[in-house]
Structure formats: C-alpha cells, structure tokens
C-alpha cells in the first residue's frame, strides 16, 4: 500500500485521559500535514512538518496537543487530558515540497470520540 | 470574510442533470487551487486541481478567474455516485510556507 495510513482508524477514550495517533506518509513524501475536521466543517490546519522539523502551528493547537516525526518519516498526534471538544476527525496527509500543484494525499484518518 | 467561501447548499438535482458550483478566495496571493471530493465520514480526495487556462476531466470541469479571485467546478451528466461534498482548496504562499485553506464544502445530492 502506497497510500497515506493511519492508525487507529477509531478511538473512543474518556474525558481526561491522553490519546496518541500514528501516520505513516507517503514514503518519498517530505512533507506531513496534520487537520482536523468536525462534522459539516472543512478540515482545519493543525501542523506540519518538512522532513523532521515542525515548521508551524496552528494556534488551534492548545499546549495539550504536541506532534512529532523524530525521524522525518511517521508521525504522531498526541492529545493530552482530552476534553469533549477534540472530539473530531484527525486527518493527516502528506506531499512533496516540489509538487504544489498536485495537492495533497489524505490518510482515511482516525475519527476520536470523547466521553 | 472567510478567506475560502462556498455555498453550503445542498444541491439537490436529477440525474443526468448539470449542476455548477462556485468558490471565492480573499488573498490575491494565493497560488494554486483544487476540488476535492469528501463522501460521508471518509476522508478528502483530490478530484482536479483548477489551471488558469481552465481544465477538464470527463465530466468535469474546472475554472478559475484570478480578477474576480473565484474558481468554479462544472459537473455534466450528473450521476448518483457523484453525490458528496465539494471541497474549494486554495494554496496559499505564507511567508517561506505554503498553507492550504479550506472551503466548508458544498453538498450535493444527486437524485434517481
């Protein structure tokens, strides 16, 4: 498989506990690219990165949320203390520097519950 | 304003009919433009990005009028399948970076 994965595909976790997600890009991807989307709501940027470094971030990324991709390639999504709020679709996607115009490719993404 | 806006709707048409939808964008530095599809809890799937020259794909068809800053997808021959949401993507150049924003979609019903 080529394409963008993510794991897991469903989370439902109570409120307070910390939650992490995983994506692995497309493999000669350099760029990754994590949004999250509620319901009748386009995406919305969260972060992203360039090879390893998070080059910015939203300011809808509250101190509990931090991502990383210590090696340049997989990534992850960590929400701490989860409120009922972060209840949403994390899509990540990535594409390469060189290539604006093809857009990006999405993960199938992990749909979060919080209860 | 919304930096990306688009007509919610939804759309409801008949089959074989055509049905066009329209998307403006604020910043005049924004460089490139796309159509995604999104089906019910799935993720977004690229279905055209949007030239100046105008392009079209089958049944598709996409504009873009960089004056009036708004892009425009055509959908001929509607088909069941193509019910959905229609996502307007801008790709806009931020300092050394690149964003993309997003549109709210607009959703199309399309009806046997």
């Known amino acids: 498989d080529t394409g963008v994965s993510q794991d897991p595909r469903h989370k439902i976790t109570k409120r307070g506990q910390n939650v992490t997600f995983r994506c692995d890009p497309i493999?000669?991807?350099?760029?990754l690219y994590w949004y999250r989307q509620t319901l009748g709501q386009g995406p919305e940027f969260l972060t992203y990165?360039?090879?390893?470094?998070?080059?910015?971030k939203s300011r809808l990324l509250s101190d509990r949320f931090s991502a990383e991709r210590p090696k340049g390639s997989f990534s992850t999504l960590e929400i701490q203390r989860t409120e009922q709020g972060d209840s949403a679709m994390y899509l990540c996607?990535?594409?390469?520097?060189?290539?604006?115009?093809?857009?990006?490719?999405f993960g199938s993404g992990t749909r979060l519950t919080v209860v | 304003r919304k930096e990306v806006e688009q007509d919610p709707g939804p759309f409801n048409v008949p089959e074989g009919a055509t049905v066009a939808f329209n998307c403006t964008y604020s910043?005049?530095?924004?460089?490139?433009f796309f159509w995604y599809r999104q089906d019910c809890r799935k993720e977004p799937k690229l279905l055209m990005s949007?030239?100046?020259?105008?392009n079209e794909d089958g049944r598709f068809t996409a504009q873009l009028n960089r004056a009036s800053q708004y892009i425009s997808l055509l959908i001929r021959d509607s088909k069941l399948s193509d019910s959905a949401t229609y996502l307007c993507?801008?790709?806009?150049?931020?300092?050394?970076?690149?964003?993309?924003?997003w549109g709210l979609g607009t959703s199309l019903a399309v009806n046997p």
């Open positions: 990165f360039q090879n390893e470094a998070q080059l910015e």
């Open positions: 949007v030239y100046s020259s105008g």
């Open positions: 910043n005049s530095a924004s460089q490139s």
């Open positions: 493999s000669e991807h350099n760029r």
């Open positions: 996607a990535s594409s390469t520097e060189d290539r604006p115009l093809y857009g990006y490719t």
């Open positions: 993507v801008v790709n806009m150049r931020a300092g050394n970076n690149r964003k993309l924003i």
